[in-house]
């Protein structure tokens, strides 16, 4: 892939990161948006898109996902490029004192500001604790929605994502057998997805297996049957070739920790004046960055990114300060908004 | 009047004011606000309560009034309590360390911390600026809307404040004479409120007179005319026994200068992990406030507060450190916001 010049690139698509694109765009700079999630919205997108949020100001009550709508609606005038599904594997100071980040899509940005944005770390699924099973990860394991020519499928799992895929495979009905398994016989998502996965098991579409895989059984080197065990204690052998594992996603700070910032337990510290870290030209905002005072509170990071936007401005034009503007008054701005 | 113990005076009632509420308000602690207006909502309900502002996060687009009712409806569950059209005149440290303030309207708080969110200082009418005139003050002449008997009345102004007084006065019917005065024929008010503006010239109830207040007459002290003259230069004599003025506000730093504290270029000098001053237990967020990094901003204000909240919390309670929740997860934040 040809490598992406740029002015900045911001690693996370949550909260923090959309502002900073906004934040940024008021400044006349563009943002490259890079996250491990496929979609935008980071934590309140992944951890709690249905539950209510308080205390963004002025907004008394909204969910995370109507955040991130929100966000997104603010920042569409600045045009963001979002590079989703991916994560920044390597960052690297260049002579001209530009940064060269690659991520594990294979993408290059020559980015001349960058913005840790990334909370509480990136997302990575929750594998299976069953030992000696991801040998078959990428054959016959696969974690989250995959394309699947399984005959034997496996569902496991017991909220909206793997019911979902459950019922996408039986509607395809393409696949021989599909077997839900789930630790117990009780589901968390919305009722027209229940109320789908019941009709399933009534024409027996699918099948419901309730228990834990405690072992395996293979044939060289194919997995042919998981061994579940019921909650009463009695085992049963599940043949199957093909195994989905939604098991939800837990955040780790990954190879952040490897960039050459200065770390206080995970976080990254910064100035409060200009949010960067001990690199210039390298910024922390949201719920990755420490100072004296931190809380990890959405509205922190909303100020953060603004004066991180501030210093950005000013670190890009030689240090000719960025002027302080209203977006009430300024033609100036109400034309970047796409306003005039 | 009594003097009221309190654990929180707020001084202004401006956003960064309201959102002070609602963040003392999650730390368990209950907001006196003062403000020398006679509402809430500051600079963003007197100079654009209609002005579209763009960079509230997540609020794409919302006018100074919206933001105010908007913050309103959030604080509304901690309940605080409102000192209006009054200003704090004098602040002073008491020997148990707790500080007495008292406002232009002879309250006396006794307050445990005090948060100065003054913004661009206490707003006060601007003044006719007609030599001698200030001597009428309070007897024929005042500023805004005030009850009047006059029978010869003149109203100052361009704007919708005084077109509003001059319809409402001629729609009471008790006045003989009213004259609108203003220095051009052409006024800024709602397209109904110039409706009838017109409708009242029309039919004589109203007289318009164009030009600016150059001289008055008096006899011995009583004011019994003004010299007005017209753009073109004319003069002519307009007898009134009583004069309203609308002629905007302006904001005034005020008493705050005399408090003891460390001030840089009229803005309150604070530390960026308590955004308190050089006096512990009195805090100032918002545009009156400076700090290394400082941009008046609306976002800023509503992260000072929040964390001046923090340690708000922690100076009442002996130092003991408040814990970060949030309000998506914790019962007690719900609780406290009327939730459950």
Redesign the interface.
Known sequence: MIPIPSDAVIVGAG?AGL?QV??LG?QEIHAHVIDSLPHAGGQCSTL?PD??????????V?T?RE?TT??L??IKPFKPTFHLDQEVIQVEKLANGHFEVTTSAGQIFLTRTLFIAGGVGSFQARELQVEGIAQFRGTQLHYGVHDTAAQQLVIVGGEAAALDFAITQCEKNVTTSITLLHRRDHFQAPPATLDRITQLRLTQRLQMVVGQITGFAQSRDRLTALRITAPQGDTQQLPLDTLHAFLGLSPKLGPIAQWGLNLDKKQVQVD???FQTNIPGIFAVGDINT???K???I??A???A??AA??CATHIHADLAAP?QY???SKK??RL?G?T
Chains 1, 2 share one sequence.
């Open positions: 909260p502002f906004f934040q008021l709690y539950k209510p949020i308080y205390d963004i100001p002025a907004l008394p909204c995370g955040l929100r966000l609606a603010q409060t004046e200009k100072y004296p005072g809380k990890r509170l509205t922190c909303f100020h953060e603004t004066l501030f210093a302080l977006t009430t008054t701005l109400q908004l306003l």
